[in-house]
């Protein structure tokens, strides 16, 4: 069972609902009037007589909830403004990254690996040394000094029973190769390195757009200028005269069987079609597979012939000097792009800073300085000619 998301400690605390306030007002004298019962049974007397209650009962706690819900939305939007809720997100998203790149689980029908020669005779000496009442460090020591001070004969027969259960563990890997349970798994661990690739893409692509995770609360008009920021890559020109790529063993297949499956199942689309040729490919045998491997490796054989015959044309100089020029003004654009998204992120955590700041009531001993000296030179001569009047 995976761990939950930590709670954020300093969030406003969320508004109950009508029932619950109904609840919390009801549930303490309907346990006193039924000692005898327990918590649940208490708990759906509660239930019972909520939903008895007309309209006109119900309105108070009900209105009760709106104004609460109303508070608890007003507080919810300030503190998303504060440097609490940032810290608190940046350590939701290095949860969710550690989720992301967890590894796929060990196989456990999975034969055991063999020993070495070396660890064999590890196993073989530990016992009587463990008797002696060193410590495990001492014990390693003792035992790896053991084997160095070996003959060649002694060290020779560990190391030809090492060779030996490497040899046993290959032909019963090779035994298991071909079993149901390596290929459920096999499938099973393909599965979820797709997926997992293409959460990590999505997270990636969020984190270069720069809206590294979800944001409670967001309204529409930052939602607008977060998607106008957002900078299209262009693609590089592509070289018309260049080889056509070989096609993959799995592609191979794929063109074979799509038509015939598009046929048996005429009202699946061809997303659902290609999902059937994707685990009927997860189910064949290595025999089965083998003829589409091969051709794939002929075919990439010859793909990588013509390509190196096309690298020596003018056709191909005359493309990477394109690529060349393509490749500089992407450069001086991403830097445009760069700069402006950092003048944009800093102004707005200056006006973050002045929306924070406290705001200070005007006192009579306060100063106020608004626009240029000669501002308050002049406001300085108003007041001379003020208590002028009144003298």
């Not at 089965?288 to 044309?313: F, G, H, N, R, V």
Request: one cysteine or more.
């Amino acid at each position: 069972m995976g761990k939950k998301a930590p709670k954020d400690p300093n969030k406003p605390k969320r508004n109950l609902s009508g029932y619950m306030l109904f609840l919390n007002d009801n549930r303490q004298p309907l346990r006193d009037k039924y000692p005898d019962e327990s918590l649940p049974q208490v708990m759906r007397r509660c239930g019972a007589k909520w939903k008895e209650l007309t309209e006109e009962e119900r309105a108070p706690y009900l209105q009760k909830a709106v104004s609460d819900k109303t508070i608890y939305l007003a507080e919810l939007e300030k503190y998303k403004n504060s440097p609490n809720y940032l810290k608190h997100e940046e350590v939701l998203r290095e949860i969710q990254r550690k989720k992301i790149h967890k590894s796929f689980k060990k196989d456990p029908n999975k034969p055991k690996k063999y020993m070495t020669g070396f660890f064999q005779f590890l196993k073989h000496t530990r016992p009587s040394i463990a008797s002696e009442g060193l410590r495990s460090a001492q014990i390693v020591k003792k035992m790896s000094d053991m084997w160095k001070n070996l003959s060649e004969e002694d060290r020779g027969e560990w190391q030809n029973k090492g060779v030996k259960a490497k040899e046993v563990y290959k032909k019963v890997m090779e035994e298991y190769n071909k079993s149901d349970e390596f290929r459920s798994y096999e499938q099973e661990k393909e599965e979820y390195l797709i997926k997992q690739k293409q959460e990590i893409l999505k997270m990636r692509k969020k984190e270069k757009e720069g809206d590294l995770g979800p944001e409670e609360g967001e309204n529409e008009e930052q939602k607008e200028k977060k998607t106008s920021k957002k900078k299209r890559k262009k693609k590089a020109p592509k070289d018309p005269n260049a080889p056509k790529l070989h096609l993959s063993a799995y592609i191979l297949y794929l063109n074979d069987t799509r038509g015939p499956l598009r046929k048996v199942y005429p009202n699946e689309t061809q997303a659902q079609v290609t999902k059937r040729c994707r685990k009927q490919w997860m189910e064949l045998s290595v025999e089965m597979k083998t003829p589409y491997q091969k051709k794939a490796m002929s075919d990439k054989d010859q793909y990588l012939e013509q390509l190196l015959k096309y690298q020596t044309t003018d056709n191909y100089k005359n493309h990477q000097e394109v690529l060349k020029k393509f490749n500089k003004g992407e450069i001086f654009e991403n830097f445009k792009f760069k700069k402006q998204k950092i003048v944009d992120k800093v102004s707005s955590e200056l006006k973050m800073e002045i929306e924070l700041e406290p705001k200070r009531e005007i006192g009579d001993k306060d100063v106020i300085t608004v626009g240029s000296s000669s501002s308050s030179s002049s406001s300085s001569d108003s007041s001379s000619s003020i208590h002028e009047e009144v003298d």
